[in-house]
Nanobody, 123 residues
Framework: VQLQASGGGMVQVGGSLRLSCPAS????????MGWFRQAPGKEHEIVAV????????YYLNSVRGRFTISRDSAKDTVFLQMNSLKPEDTAVYYC?????????????????WGQGTLVTVSS
């Protein structure tokens, strides 16, 4: 699966951004897709995951209620709507995909990655 994330930028505290990640190279079906981020000096962390089976999305606790992940199967694209952004949301955001049956909150299970898109939240 080839992925290409876009939509990052610089916003002020409380602002919004929408990230997009179209997938290509194989059927979008049976692919768990998610958004991840890495801030300077911090570990890579899962932000949100949309399971292909239609199960409830997974969210990082600190973004729950502010971020919404969605997918458009017709366009093979996953989105991340980010509202009420905070300075601590500043990071490079990546989209990732996996076709295995490992748990969706296992970062190491993801085997396809797009290039990152930088999100900067200024106070």
């Amino acid at each position: 699966v080839q992925l290409q994330a876009s939509g990052g930028g610089m916003v002020q505290v409380g602002g919004s951004l929408r990230l997009s990640c179209p997938a290509s190279g194989r059927s979008f079906r049976a692919v768990d897709m998610g958004w991840f981020r890495q801030a300077p000096g911090k570990e890579h962390e899962i932000v949100a995951v949309m399971p292909w089976r239609g199960d409830r999305p997974y969210y990082l606790n600190s973004v729950r209620g502010r971020f919404t992940i969605s997918r458009d199967s017709a366009k093979d694209t996953v989105f991340l709507q980010m509202n009420s952004l905070k300075p601590e949301d500043t990071a490079v955001y990546y989209c990732g995909a996996k076709t295995n049956s490992a748990a969706i909150d296992n970062v190491r299970a993801y085997d396809s990655w797009g290039q990152g898109t930088l999100v900067t939240v200024s106070s």
